[in-house]
Each structure stands twice: as structure tokens, then as C-alpha cells.
């Protein structure tokens, strides 16, 4: 069961999503129509995932990604939105979101990303994905700067990898014959030698570098 709060400021597609997350057994902890109302109920409910609207009648939901990251940085925040514009997805993966799936998925689509998305995963409607791949690789090929990866081990490089190709934590532990603890006590060594708050940090640095395309 996933933890999750709903934002859309439309009632009927709001109720959807909610009737469907509860039908999958997940829990809806909260449901807002704006940016303020989920600011003002994200801290209490404490939900494990954010399905977001991308436009709300007050604050975008660029806006409030931002917002909520900057409270939890840990927040994982899946945005549901009619747009699939280039610029759109772009700028709500820069601020923090996890995901990103069009309106137009079925509801078994949205309940597996819910999902995924707890777990960590970065989860983009089929085609959104490389778009987003190929933007940051465009910005990384414009940095020459020294590779932070000589501050990582042999390990802590093997793990971010495998972070970089989507694994979650559960894959990346089976893998390598790990406890998931020790997978998490490695990516949190890895967050901090790298100054970065989050996986979603993480996991966009990474592919900047390009290490989703090595073997892992």
C-alpha cells in the first residue's frame, strides 16, 4: 500500500484518480485543488507519493514541486498532466519531480508509476523518457569539469549505475546480494561526497555522466 496525496484542481478527475488508487489498495492521505491547499496538507499527511497537476488556477505545479522539495527533499512527486510539451516535462523533472505521465494513461498505467515512483524509480509516459535523457546529456556536454566520481568507490560507482538505469533500492540489492540497508547506507555515502539531498538529485547527475549507458 502506497501512501499518496492528490492535486488537480478539476473534481471529477480528481475523484477518479482517487477512486482508482483506493480500488488498487493504496491509501489517499490527502487531496488538494491548488498549490496552496497542498502546501498547507503535504507536511501532515506525509504522503509517500504526490500525484500532481501541472496547472493549477494558483501556483504551477513547477511551482509547488519546487516547494514541496525544498520542505522534504526526500518528496517524491509524480506529475499528471495533459501536456506532453517538450518545455513542460523539462521543467518539472529540473524541479524535482520524479515522473512525469500525460492524461491520456490508462488507470493501470497511473497505479504501476505510483508505484514505481515509491519505490524510487523515475517513471516517464513511453517517449517522454529519452526526450528528457537526451536534454540532460545536451546540457553535461557542455561541462568539462573535474569528475566527482574519483571521490566514489569501486561499490558506491557500481550502485549509482544501476540507480542511473532506474533500478530500485529492492533490484539493485538482489543484484549484488546485498541488504537493502546496505544498498541505501551506500547511496546515502554517495549523496553526501556528491552534496546532493535526494535520489532524484542523484539519478539526474548520473545520467548527466552518462553512466546509464555503462554496463553496470
Do not use: C
Not at 523533472?93 to 498505467?109: D, F, H, M
Amino acid at each position: 500500500m502506497v501512501r499518496v496525496m492528490v492535486v488537480d484542481d478539476h473534481p471529477m478527475w480528481r475523484d477518479a484518480v482517487e477512486r482508482d488508487l483506493q480500488a488498487a489498495g493504496h491509501e489517499v492521505v490527502a487531496v488538494a485543488a491548488n498549490g496552496r491547499e497542498a502546501m498547507a496538507r503535504f507536511p501532515a499527511s506525509a504522503p509517500q507519493v504526490v500525484v500532481l497537476d501541472l496547472q493549477l488556477p494558483d501556483n504551477t505545479g513547477v511551482q509547488v514541486t519546487s516547494m514541496m522539495i525544498e520542505h522534504d527533499p526526500t518528496a517524491r512527486v509524480l506529475i499528471l498532466s495533459a501536456s506532453g510539451e517538450q518545455g513542460d516535462v523539462l521543467e518539472a523533472i529540473k524541479a524535482g519531480a520524479t515522473g512525469y505521465l500525460v492524461k491520456s494513461a490508462s488507470s493501470a498505467e497511473l497505479i504501476d508509476a505510483v508505484v514505481r515512483t515509491s519505490e524510487g524509480e523515475a517513471v516517464f509516459t513511453p517517449g517522454l523518457a529519452g526526450l528528457v535523457l537526451g536534454e540532460f546529456r545536451r546540457i553535461a556536454d557542455g561541462s568539462a569539469a573535474d569528475d566527482p566520481r574519483d571521490q566514489l568507490t569501486d561499490r558506491e560507482t557500481e550502485i549509482l549505475k544501476m540507480v542511473a538505469t532506474g533500478m530500485s533500492y529492492k533490484q539493485i540489492a538482489a543484484r549484488l546480494v546485498l541488504s537493502h540497508r546496505t544498498v541505501q547506507n551506500h547511496v546515502q555515502n554517495t549523496l553526501r561526497k556528491l552534496q546532493m539531498n535526494n535520489r532524484v538529485q542523484l539519478t539526474r547527475w548520473a545520467i548527466e555522466h552518462g553512466l546509464d549507458e555503462e554496463d553496470a
